[in-house]
């Protein structure tokens, strides 16, 4: 897989930041962060892992993932939008190095979130399944700009993967 950047977001993401990119190891797929100018231990914990990251102000969220979106190093056609208190599973890394095809007749997929709260899964109450858009073509989508509870949206067809 070449033609896919993670975009992730930080801004004192310490206390999160190693699960997730924990969670990002094996995907062939280069990471992009944006961080919004921490004041704690994320930028001396993205030095260690030899991991380069912009620093951009943040006005909210659809317009810091939009700037990353459009500032890209590598413009790839496809995007994955993470957070930082976000963890990819092992099935999702490997349906996207093995099962994703950028080619596919289809311009985003939604991945089944599970909610994670004191170290439980919860599965009911509308928890799960959850699916939510976080990877498209960067020229069919884009994040709404609200300033609560904003969504990816795409102009063309999405897939659901359990992965």
């Known amino acids: ?5 993670v975009i992730l977001l930080t801004y004192n993401e310490a206390g999160n ?3 997730c990119l924990d969670s990002l190891q094996g995907l062939t797929a280069p990471l992009f962060v944006v961080d919004s100018y921490s004041t704690d231990t994320t930028l001396d914990i993205l030095d260690s892992r030899g991991i380069p990251y912009v620093q951009h102000p943040f006005e909210n969220y659809s317009r810091q993932r939009n700037w990353a979106q459009d500032n890209l190093p590598e413009a790839t056609e496809w995007v994955l939008h ?3 208190g976000e963890r990819c599973t092992p099935e999702l890394i490997h349906w996207l190095n093995t099962q994703f095809d950028p080619e596919a007749a289809v311009d985003g997929y939604m991945f089944s979130r599970r909610t994670i709260f004191f170290d439980h899964w919860i599965k009911r109450g509308g928890h799960y399944p959850n699916f939510h858009l976080r990877l498209y073509r960067r020229s069919k989508g884009h994040c709404e700009h609200k300033v609560y509870d904003q969504h990816f949206v795409v102009d063309g067809k999405k897939e659901a993967v359990k992965a």
């Open 1 to 5: 897989m070449t033609d896919l950047t």
């Open 82 to 84: 993470l957070d930082a």
């Open 17 to 19: 930041i190693e699960a």
